[in-house]
DNA sequence: CGAAGATATTGATGGATGTCAATATGCGCA
DNA sequence: TGCGCATATTGACATCCATCAATATCTTCG
């Protein structure tokens, strides 16, 4: 088994601090912070997270998350790259199959970023 | 005084029950909660709202957003008109001048969808 | 009323993005 | 070794998007 793990965005870094509301952010980690939220503001792959998180173990294999979607196997195979790729999924694989896991605290980390009210 | 509302996207209805990570969310949710995160999901945007929610009575005018973010005022005009399209700002005019001004709780409700864990 | 200033709208343009078909890669099994 | 299956990559294409210049709209003030 091989777990794959491409830190093109480490969470724990960049854009960690204070959240949107209490002071102006700069341009870099708005930056930053934008190109998470582009990976998440997409129908498909907002379904993707929300399936993955869902399954047993927070863990889901491609096989089973293309019919659900419902495009063409390519198609969910980019979309999964890119969730990971922005740091909230990581991909192991087993045998012919290809896992999708959640990163913990991945999505609890932006949303605390987007609002301080909701984390009290 | 004039206050211009656009509710295109009515943030009290839309994608407000269960988060992300509890149970799979079914393609029109997706397509919702996608809208205001691709609002979001832009550096000149985030900037926006940050320097709205930071500012005095979380309000800030078009000209004191145009300077800091180092854009045209046309371009300045047409986030604002997004960020306000997406349910995030309102607009109220005061004489010739625009003033901008955080939605309370829309940024915080968007934030609890993404994650449970972060509201508890 | 007319000029000046603040903001919004329109039109154009280069670049990013979602999608699929075709193909490649890699693993398991006969 | 070779076939079949699951997944990834590539290439192409249509659409969307961020941006600016030019212009329109609206308000205030002389």
Redo the contacts between chains.
């Keep these: 088994m091989t777990t794959t793990v491409l830190p093109v965005v480490d969470i724990t870094d960049a854009a960690c601090c204070t959240p ?6 700069d ?1 870099e980690r ?2 930053d ?2 190109q998470k ?2 990976a ?8 993707l ?3 993955v ?2 399954s047993e173990g927070e863990e889901a294999c491609v096989c089973d998350l293309i019919e ?1 979607v419902g495009l063409s196997q390519p198609t969910v195979s980019h979309h999964l790259r890119i969730l990971m790729e922005a740091g909230f999924l990581t991909r192991s694989k087993r045998g012919t199959w290809a896992y999708y896991k ?1 990163v913990p ?1 991945a ?6 970023l ?2 301080v ?3 009290r």
């Design positions: 949107l509301t209490t002071e102006a952010i341009a708005a930056q912070l934008a939220l582009k998440l503001a997409d129908p498909t792959r907002l379904r997270v929300s399936i998180a869902a659900p959640l605290g999505l609890g980390q932006l949303s605390q987007l609002d009210t909701s984390s």
